[in-house]
Nanobody, 126 residues
Framework: QVQLVESGGGLVQPGGSLRLSCAAS???????????MGWYRQAPGKERELIAR???????NYTDSVKGRFTISRDNAKNTMYLQMNSLKPEDTAVYYC?????????????????WGQGTQVTVSS
């Protein structure tokens, strides 16, 4: 099994920047089975939404609301994924979650299954 731990959240002013990290730990076998990863966020009273995804090979995609402002990346050697958030807006305020797909018998297991972190709070306010 794999544990994902997010870090880097906090309070920032509008227009500021924040860098989130998602560190994976566990057996080498389990970590090797991680596949595509993504960042999700959930604001109070709203559904959890996917904001950025990255494949094992580094291909990325973003939801329109963050495209051009956020950058997702991963360092497979460090078993860590990152989310660089620039030009933050109050509407970015949410709990941000890390997720990893897993490969089981050549089947990709994604949300709501797979591996989830516990989330880190990001608050954008003056």
């Amino acid at each position: 099994q794999v544990q994902l731990v997010e870090s880097g959240g906090g309070l920032v002013q509008p227009g500021g920047s924040l860098r989130l990290s998602c560190a994976a730990s566990g057996s080498s076998f389990s970590i090797d089975n991680m596949d595509n990863m993504g960042w999700y966020r959930q604001a109070p009273g709203k559904e959890r939404e996917l904001i950025a995804r990255i494949t094992r090979g580094g291909d990325t995609n973003y939801t329109d609301s963050v495209k051009g402002r956020f950058t997702i990346s991963r360092d497979n050697a460090k078993n860590t994924m990152y989310l660089q958030m620039n030009s933050l807006k109050p509407e970015d305020t949410a709990v941000y979650y890390c997720h990893a797909d897993v490969i089981y018998r050549r089947l990709r297991i994604g949300p709501p299954s797979g591996y989830w972190g516990q989330g880190t709070q990001v608050t954008v306010s003056s």
